[in-house]
Each structure stands twice: as C-alpha cells, then as structure tokens.
C-alpha cells in the first residue's frame, strides 16, 4: 500500500509541475496542451490568454498576422529563439505593453507590427533581423529610441530613427522621438511609406539632400510636424505624398522640382509653400489655391535638436537601396553637371531675369537650381516672343502659349501619370482613422513579399512557385542567386526586384510578364553581359523582354528606330544617351515609363506615337522633350 501511496504522490506532483511548465508557457508541454496557444503547424496564430507576462512556447516558429493583436493585458512578451518571423500587425494595439526584445533568431518583421503599442518605451532587436516591415512603430506614442545589435548588417538605429544598414533608407521616425527638429542624413536617398506617420514632437523636417523623389504617403500623416524642408536634389512628389497633414504650415519646395501630383497634399489645408517665382511649385500652388509665399516664414536650415545627439554609424554603400520609391530620381554627379550646364546657358527674358533675382535674394535655400524646360515656363499675355538658350542651343520661341519648337507629332495625346505603378495596381488612400492601412503581402500565395530574400548571400537558387503573379520590390536584391526562371503565372516585378545580384547571370521572363518596375535587374551579370557584348545588328542593342517591354538600350545612334512590337519603353531604358536626337516611336508603344529618357539632353523630340497611351512623370526629365506636349 505504501508503495501505491508513493506512487499516487509521485504522479501528483509531475501533474503539478507540467501545470506550471503550461502556466509558464515553456516547453514541448505548453505547445501541445496550452489552450492559450492557438496553433496552426509551428505558426502561432492566435494567443488567448490574459496574462501580465507571456513566454511563448519553443516549439513556435513564426507569430502569425494580428497574433496578439488588441491584447490588453499583456505588459511584456518573451520570445524564444525558434522564432524566426513576426507578421503583419502581430501585436497592433497591445496597449499595455512597454517592452520587447527581438531575439537574434528572427529574421523577418512585418508591417506594423507592433503598430499602436502606445507604452512601449524599450525595444530590442537581434543581429540578424534582414526583413523590415513598413510602419513597424506606427502610432507608438512613448517610443524614442530603440537599440539594435551592434553586428545587424541590415538595420541602423540613428537619432530617434530607423534606417537600412548603410543609412540609403529612411524607414521610420520614431513616434515619440525628442527634439524639435528632425534633419534627415546626407546618406539617405529614399524614404518608406509612412515614415513619419504621427510624431508626437517634432515640428521641423529638413529631406536629405540625396532625395531624389518623396514617394506615396512618404510624408503623410506627419503628426507634429508644421515645416517640412525639401532640398534640391528632389524633382517630383508623388500622389499623396503630404496627405492628411493637419498641423502642416509650411512646405519648402525649391525649383528643382518639376513634378507635383494633383494629390500630393491631399486632406492638407491651411500650409503655405515656400519657393522661387515661376517654378513648377509656384504653379501648383495657384492652381490648387494654395498660399504661395517667396519669403520663408520658418527656418529652412537648422540643427538636429535630438537631446544627447549620438555619433553617426560609420555606413559604407555596398549597393544602391532605393526601394520604395517607384522613380529613383537621385541627383548623380552626371545629373548635377547636367543641371549646372543648363542652368549656367539658360537665359530668359528680362522680366524672368528679375524674378529670380528677388528670389535669390530672399533665400539661398531657393535659388535656380534645378532644371526647368523653357517651355515649361508660363509667360505673361504680353509676352510673344523671347530666345532662350537650351542644351548650348539657341532657340527663339514664338509665342509659347500655343506654339510648339519641340516635342511630338501633332494630334498625338497621352495621359501623364504619377508613379511607375503596375496597370493592375490598385490606386489607394490613406484611411482618415489612425490605424494605417498596410499593404498585406503575407496574406496570400500570389507575391512574394518585399524585401523577403534581401541580402540574403546564401540563397544561389530558388525556384518560383507557379502560383506567384507579383515578385515584391527588392524581393531578391543583393541576394547570392546564379539562375531565376519566373514562371508563367507572374506578371509583375516590383522595383529592385533583382537589383544588385551580382552573380545572377541566367534570368528568363516570361512574355506574361506586362511589368517590370525600376531598377529590376540593376547590378545583375545578366544586364551587365549583355551591355558588353558587342552586335553588328541594330535590333540588338535593344533588350527586349516579357510582353514586349524594352528595358535598356546599349546603341550610340543619334536617330534612334525603336523596333516594332515593343509595347513599353521601360524605365531607363534611355538613361543617359546624350547622343540621341530623336527616337522613332511605333505605333506597338503604349507606354513610355518613368525616367525611360531621363538626361537624354539632347533629345528635341519624337516621331510616330500613333499607338501612345501613358506617359510616367519624369520620363522626360533634363530632356528638351515637355510632358505638356502630350496633354
């Protein structure tokens, strides 16, 4: 009998201790029996319970999309190291948690994932997080700072902000970030999709002088923010850029910008722009009745004012980041010798002449920087006739309200669009609730997400599954692959796809394939192969793939004869081709994609274009070719 007893006491207490090891959430026990773990496979997709401290189980792999989404309860979270990704918003709204610690076995971050955690004050995260979501620290109220492990290669925390690993990319300002001035570092070229979505002190915003382009919802919902500092190196501001900014006062845009969606500043009321007399943001700002002034009413240069401001990571480029920006118009040093040349032959009337001396006076931040087609420029009723000076070229304009000395055939009229987008993209709005709506690439079978294989040296092969129709931007970049076969059953790749793959020497597109973004295949063996290889035909030195998209020219003809057939001239096809005069256009051509003759300064126009439908903004740009010309 006493041996029964012993029996009995022994399975009581085992009985005991597997309850705390449940209670505790640890251990091959809580995986199998903890009804507070929803699981699917190794993928926690749903946690149930209300505890103040939560361990999450070993045996779990990946937090699924909105896992602990509006937990209440829930102060602060262990993660173990078999955790290997965190989804889309996987903690949004956990309103009581301060504290996380990104274990250095997880690799990928969703977007917003812990977006509305408004105690969170600590975060650390792990060596070998590559993936970053947009708007991971959205609506964070008391987050100023995070610390990220000294050996990440692909995250750099600076400032109360975080960044891509050599600083090209700005993806988020901390919410609750201190100082009143936030500047943006010289490195930076690109900036995410709500980077600077509601902060909380900040006022003044000063954009790298690297900024090529502010992007879609760059720059919305910015909170705090009442000045925002554009430099002259940015050409265009895409749709919605500064939506919904309601303490917004002052934007200053200089003339370097040539390019304003009609929604740039859409759900924005009561800011003025601050710019030259003249330029493109003169003009947008009366047509949208919009308070232009020529004299800043706040800083355009300051100090970041970050208390206790750190030292700046030493970042090297070992690869050109643009993402998230469908037209990287960064300001190379050809592109500033094109500028200055320009600027320097440029002569306009009198009258203009004295406008930009006022504006010069004013500010040195405005001055006439940036290129500006003559054409481009609105005259006064009066004025008929002036001569200008154009790519070292004297031309007389014959009143150029109605006259045309370059551009395209008559009768030939296309739409001018913003962005580089896919035609099957959806167009959307920033929601008016605080909640962001993310894009949500993990939900389903059909993309492969952005960034998903980025850096990732290792990966030498991968094969697609069929069931893939969009390749996400910067999906593979800077990865280790040799060969990619796109199945038949894609139909986009998203910018930077491929871009710096540097052994990638075997790609085949198929013809579903109806777009392929900026900067796809970038830096590939593949592309850089075929521009040494040398032909004796001409219809070779275009490369032509997918459903007839033209994605680079490595031809030296002053009259260009773009083959029949070609149904898009992609992006950059042209970049650069200072040689070119004029390029026939047949009537196959449908769309002319962003920056396709970007800094052909040469080119006076084009012939043909029967068949033309879309025009990307800035596919023109340092050109003598005006997107006017196809309205």
């Not at 009561?270 to 330029?279: E, M, R």
């Not at 893939?468 to 692959?481: D, H, M, N, P, T």
Request: proline share 3%; with cysteine.
């Amino acid at each position: 009998m006493k041996k029964k007893h012993i029996a009995f006491a022994s399975a009581a207490i085992l009985g005991i201790l597997a309850l705390v090891a449940v209670a505790r959430g640890t251990g091959n026990v809580a995986a199998a029996e903890d009804e507070r773990f929803k699981m699917n496979g190794t993928t926690l997709v749903r946690y149930l319970g209300t505890d103040t401290f939560v361990s999450i189980p070993d045996t779990v792999k990946s937090i699924g999309d909105e896992a602990f989404s509006g937990n209440e309860t829930m102060t602060s979270i262990e993660i173990p190291d078999s955790v290997t990704s965190i989804g889309y918003n996987a903690f949004k709204n956990c309103s009581a948690l301060t504290g996380v610690s990104i274990s250095d076995s997880v690799k990928k971050v969703g977007p917003g994932a812990f977006e509305g955690c408004k105690e969170l004050t600590s975060v650390t995260i792990g060596e070998n997080v590559s993936s970053w979501g947009t708007g991971v620290f959205t609506n964070c109220d008391t987050l100023a700072k995070v610390s990220i492990d000294s050996d990440n290669e692909y995250l750099t925390y600076y400032n109360g902000a975080i960044y891509n690993g050599n600083m090209t990319m700005l993806y988020q300002v901390l919410p609750g970030r201190e100082g009143e001035n936030y500047v943006m570092p010289d490195t930076v070229k690109n900036i995410d999709a709500y980077a600077f979505w509601n902060l909380i002190n900040t006022k003044n915003v000063k954009v790298s002088s690297e900024v090529g382009s502010i992007p879609k919802y760059a720059m919305s919902n910015m909170g705090s923010v009442e000045n925002a500092v554009i430099q002259s190196s940015t050409t265009s501001i895409e749709e919605n850029a500064f939506a919904n900014n309601t303490a917004l006062k002052q934007v200053v845009i200089p003339a370097s910008v040539t390019n304003i969606d009609k929604k740039a500043f859409k759900g924005s009321s009561d800011f003025k722009i601050f710019t030259g007399k003249s330029s493109a943001a003169d003009i947008f700002g009366s047509n949208n009745n919009i308070d232009v002034i020529y004299k800043a009413e706040y800083p355009d240069d300051f100090m970041d004012s970050n208390p206790g401001l750190e030292e700046k990571p030493n970042v090297g480029e070992s690869y050109e980041d643009t993402e998230n920006t469908a037209t990287d118009t960064t300001q190379t040093g050809e592109q500033t010798e094109e500028n200055n040349r320009t600027e320097e032959s440029s002569n306009l009337d009198q009258s203009t002449e004295e406008e930009t001396t006022e504006q010069s006076s004013s500010s040195e931040f405005i001055s006439t920087e940036g290129y500006i087609h003559p054409l481009d420029v609105p005259e006064k009723d009066n004025v008929i006739g002036k001569t200008v000076v154009a790519s070292g070229n004297a031309v007389f304009l014959i009143d150029n309200h109605k006259e045309k000395v370059y551009g395209i055939p008559d009768g030939v009229h296309a739409d001018v669009v913003s962005g580089d987008v896919s035609d099957a993209e959806e167009d959307t709005e920033v929601k008016d609730s605080i909640s962001v709506d993310y894009e949500k690439e993990e939900k389903d079978n059909e993309s492969i997400p952005q960034r998903e294989y980025y850096k990732q040296k290792s990966l030498t092969s991968y094969e697609i599954p069929d069931t893939i129709k969009k390749i996400g931007r910067l999906a593979f970049a800077e990865s280790g692959l040799k060969a990619i076969k796109i199945p038949n059953s894609v139909t986009d790749v998203e910018y930077g796809a491929f871009m710096s793959c540097k052994d990638l020497a075997d790609v085949t597109i198929p013809d579903t394939v109806s777009y392929i973004g900026t900067k796809a295949f970038d830096g590939t063996a593949w592309l850089n192969n075929w521009k040494e290889e040398k032909s004796d035909n001409d219809e070779d030195d275009f490369l032509i793939v997918g459903d007839g998209i033209l994605i680079a020219y490595k031809g030296t003809k002053a009259h260009v004869e773009i083959p029949d057939g070609v149904k898009q001239i992609g992006a950059e096809a042209f970049k650069g081709h200072k040689e070119i005069l004029d390029v026939a256009v047949p009537a196959s051509v449908k769309k002319i994609c962003a920056e396709a003759f970007r800094n052909c300064s040469e080119l006076t126009g084009l012939t043909g274009c029967e068949g033309l439908k879309t025009v990307v903004r800035g596919a023109f740009y340092g050109t003598q070719v005006s997107e006017s010309d196809f309205k």
